[in-house]
């Protein structure tokens, strides 16, 4: 099993550019998360979802979308990519209800 | 919404003393409280968890006490050792699924050999 895999690992934007970030699970898990990382903020819910076709906001969606078509694929987009958005995104997914959250290897993202 | 804040944020130690991270919550309504640790350049990974109807729980080296009238719990590391060096980050969620977890800011441990 390959847990959660995100792609790309590494992406530098210029400030206005768009792009996505791919959320793979195969543990057939039913939640999926976005979170981004920066230093001395820990961990912040961008969006979730509770299962295929799902979505919903966390605590900083502002400037972010995500889509849910697949069970195992959880998509975040940034339409118009600002310097803000500088950070390391990952995904997680997990069981609904055991607790522990599967994470991704992250993706870091550098917008100019 | 709720807010974790976590103390300290960084903390160095001699290799076999112990370590204390505390983190405090302000919503009296979350009941699940985990820890993560993540090790340099790589992904979080949950260590240990506790939820609200119990106080305290060990894994070996590592123990975690919750105190939900002061709405603050601990993560306590004996005997650390160098592999211990990484960022820990506690959290809380209303509910024992895990979603909506929010994360203290982290805990920067090194433990020197």
């Known amino acids: 099993n390959a847990g959660v895999t995100q792609t790309p690992k590494f992406r530098v934007l210029k400030t206005g550019q768009s792009m996505t970030l791919l959320c793979a699970q195969d543990?057939?898990?039913?939640?999926m998360y976005w979170y981004r990382q920066d230093p001395g903020m820990g961990l912040r819910l961008i969006h979730y979802?509770?299962?295929?076709?799902?979505?919903a906001k966390g605590e900083v969606p502002d400037g972010y979308n995500v889509s849910r078509l697949k069970k195992q694929n959880f998509l975040l987009g940034l339409e118009s990519a600002a310097p803000s958005q500088t950070s390391v995104y990952f995904c997680?997914?997990?069981?609904?209800?055991?607790?522990?959250?599967?994470f991704g290897e992250g993706s870091r993202l550098t917008v100019l | 919404g709720e807010n974790v804040e976590q103390h300290p944020s960084t903390l160095s130690v001699q290799e076999g003393d112990s370590a204390v991270i505390k983190c405090t919550y302000s919503?009296?309504?979350?009941?699940?409280f985990p820890w993560y640790k993540q090790e340099l350049g790589k992904r979080p990974q949950l260590i240990i968890d506790?939820?609200?109807?119990?106080g305290e729980k060990k894994d070996q080296r590592i123990a975690v006490t919750l105190n939900k009238t002061a709405k603050h719990f601990s993560l306590h590391i004996t005997e650390t050792q160098p592999e211990d060096s990484a960022v820990y980050f506690c959290?809380?969620?209303?509910?024992?699924?895990?979603?909506?977890?929010?994360f203290g800011g982290g805990t920067r441990l090194m433990v020197k050999p």
């Open positions: 997680a997914s997990s069981y609904p209800n055991t607790g522990e959250l599967f």
């Open positions: 543990m057939n898990h039913e939640y």
């Open positions: 979802s509770v299962g295929e076709g799902t979505t």
């Open positions: 919503d009296s309504a979350s009941n699940y």
């Open positions: 506790i939820r609200s109807n119990v």
């Open positions: 959290a809380a969620s209303h509910n024992n699924a895990g979603n909506m977890l929010t």
